[in-house]
């Protein structure tokens, strides 16, 4: 059952307001989209938590979201594709389908500046597809991770990629080299659920369903041989750890935790716990911060997504419609400069 939407109070008012001001310049400034188990992607007015458009998913769940950098396209990744939509159309098609995976596909991102595409899957592969020769993206390499992979990121410098998967690695592949050039074991044989990297290659975070967090410190990637360090391990929650995300200016780390709580832990203070996001009533399943790291929107299988104000750590919106779990989030708010 859906909750209700509480009523704003002064503060809440006044934090919308200053987040609306920011936006003011641009009317597609803020695209907000979440999926679930009810088949459904939905499109959200950030602002007024209004559902502004929904696509149905009918063939299957949607695992994964992620928006396009020049904010048109939208990949869903799925069981065994990828579909794009056009995020300016409102045609609910999509308008390629591609992947050719055997297993649910279970991350998917894009290149900088938009010249390829990669896809990871419970199938054990990693693939990259150059998007640039037409809509229709182009398999140009195929990695085999050789397990399962749960989670897959981007490296600031856009010549690697970090997976996880089932057996417990993290995996750093080199794009030039063709190559995995590293790989982590923190628990041999605990499933490795989410990785995320900090915004400017310093260090790169991974977290297990023993709801263990791990951090490395990570070198200049450009070096030869670059370096790994590991720099930190902890518990972080008491259940699965579902997702992990580093802020835009790297000073925070979310945990989004089957305990039903997402904890932000300081990462200039040796990950101390900053505070800890409660009101999920279930599994809380992914999250993504807002460019200038002030604002977090989680999704969970209260089929709730909700706006959390990170100086107080209070909700200021939510976004009710899902009727089933609400398992993954998209947002790109890049018109706000963070500083």
């Not at 200053?18 to 310049?25: A, T, V």
């Not at 992990?244 to 039903?260: F, I, M, N, R, Y």
């Not at 996001?277 to 604002?295: E, I, P």
């Amino acid at each position: 059952m859906s909750e209700v939407q509480p009523a704003p109070s002064e503060q809440h008012y006044a934090q919308m307001q200053q987040y609306s001001q920011s936006l003011h310049n641009d009317a597609h400034s803020v695209i907000l989209v979440t999926a679930g188990y009810d088949n459904t992607i939905r499109f959200w007015e950030a602002l007024s938590g209004i559902c502004s458009r929904t696509i149905q998913h009918a063939d299957s769940q949607v695992n994964r979201l992620c928006i396009s950098p020049d904010k048109t396209v939208l990949a869903a990744s799925a069981n065994h594709s990828v579909k794009l939509y056009d995020i300016n159309s409102t045609n609910g098609n999509p308008f390629v389908t591609f992947g050719e995976h055997t297993g649910n596909v279970t991350a998917t991102g894009f290149h900088g500046e938009g010249r390829w595409m990669y896809t990871a899957s419970e199938d054990g592969h990693l693939k990259i597809w150059d998007t640039r020769a037409g809509r229709t993206p182009v398999l140009t390499r195929n990695f085999d991770n050789g397990a399962p992979i749960n989670d897959a990121v981007m490296h600031a410098n856009q010549g690697e990629l970090i997976t996880c998967d089932q057996n417990g690695s993290v995996k750093i592949w080199d794009l030039t080299a063709h190559a995995c050039t590293h790989e982590l074991v923190p628990e041999e044989g605990v499933p490795m659920r989410s990785v995320s990297v900090a915004s400017d290659g310093s260090m790169l975070v991974a977290v297990n369903n023993k709801g263990n967090c791990y951090v490395w410190k990570m070198s200049d990637m450009t070096s030869e041989p670059c370096d790994i360090e590991p720099l930190h391990k902890w518990s972080a929650h008491s259940d699965y750890i579902l997702r992990c995300v580093l802020s835009p200016d790297t000073k925070l780390l979310a945990t989004c935790s089957a305990d039903k709580t997402v904890k932000l832990w300081n990462t200039e203070e040796g990950f101390k716990l900053e505070m800890t996001l409660t009101g999920h009533q279930r599994w809380v399943w992914d999250c993504a911060f807002s460019a200038d790291s002030a604002y977090l929107v989680t999704a969970s299988s209260d089929h709730v997504a909700r706006l959390w104000e990170l100086s107080q750590g209070e909700t200021i919106r939510q976004y009710n419609g899902h009727t089933k779990a609400a398992v993954c989030v998209a947002l790109n708010d890049l018109s706000v400069g963070y500083t």
